[in-house]
């Protein structure tokens, strides 16, 4: 009896070994490869050339690299022709080690047909973000460092094939579908080199308009980083119920924006006091009829 069930699991263990191999030649037979050509030393002499390719490939890289770093280039194209370099110098790694192990290229060229139609149809909006990330690098409405926004804002950290990698300004990591901006509103805030501030104020109705509109020129000429060479306009924006409204609009360099918002709603409060100007606030007045 013992010795019929190990005879019974030879036999199993020698089909399947059989099949094995089958199916490996079969595979085999379908690129193109002939197994009886293959030998140990041409495997060996194959996998060397491989890495010896992938080293020369990332020499290549590293000094497109370097060269694309001098081009004008953004920093988001020079970062994606890095790329398509790397992947195209691999995909001709690959090729050559196929030749060379007895692999015909035509087969692999098919093979890669193939899958890239299969991939190409399970994975149409990971395309889509490669389409539309190819297009904001040619089209160039923001670049690396920029300030935008989108469906958030903040800061461009990265544009890569499927996702925008914005930073917050609290500190946020967010990625964006490429699609996804193409496809909406796009504000870049670092697109001029300049900025305006909008400001609106109020003063009491017991003050002169002219009076009042100094203490603001007042407090525009004491902020430093606001540009002088673009004059500040100062106007009446309306009359309220208590209060008469009024409009800043001035201008600073774009990465002084913020500062120089704060510092000049700041000033606003001093120039006032200065000037002897108050704020109105919110009143209602009751008269009692005898």
């Given at each position: ?200 104020v109020n003063a009491a109705y017991d ?84």
């Amino acid at each position: 009896m013992p010795e019929q069930i190990g005879d019974n699991l030879e036999t199993r263990v020698d089909a399947v070994s059989s099949s094995g191999q089958n199916v490996l030649h079969t595979i085999a037979k379908t690129i193109g490869l002939d197994p009886n050509a293959l030998s140990l030393s041409k495997i060996i002499g194959s996998v060397i050339l491989l890495i010896i390719l992938i080293a020369i490939s990332k020499i290549i890289c590293g000094i497109f690299s370097r060269a694309f770093k001098k081009s004008k280039l953004t920093e988001g194209m020079k970062k994606f022709m890095v790329r398509a370099v790397k992947y195209i110098l691999y995909f001709l790694s690959i090729l050559i080690f196929c030749d060379s192990i007895g692999i015909p290229i035509t087969s692999m060229l098919a093979i890669f047909s193939l899958l890239g139609l299969a991939i190409s149809l399970s994975i149409q909006n990971l395309l889509g973000n490669v389409m539309s990330g190819i297009s904001l690098l040619m089209l160039k409405p923001f670049d690396i460092g920029d300030y935008i926004e989108t469906d958030v804002a903040g800061t461009v950290k990265n544009i890569g094939l499927f996702y925008t990698e914005i930073l917050t300004l609290d500190n946020k990591r967010v990625y964006i579908p490429n699609e996804t901006i193409m496809g909406s509103k796009l504000i870049n805030y670092h697109s001029e080199d300049t900025r305006r501030i909008d400001i609106t104020v109020n003063a009491a109705y017991d003050y002169e308009i002219s009076a009042v509109k100094a203490a603001l020129y007042d407090a525009v000429e004491s902020v430093p980083t606001i540009l002088k060479d673009k004059p500040a306009v100062i106007g009446v924006a309306g009359y309220g119920e208590s209060a008469i409204l009024y409009d800043i609009k001035a201008w600073s360099k774009t990465e002084d924006f913020l500062a120089s918002k704060y510092a000049l709603t700041e000033a606003v409060s001093e120039c006032y006091s200065k000037h002897g100007v108050k704020m109105a606030y919110n009143r209602l007045e009751v008269e009692l009829i005898k």
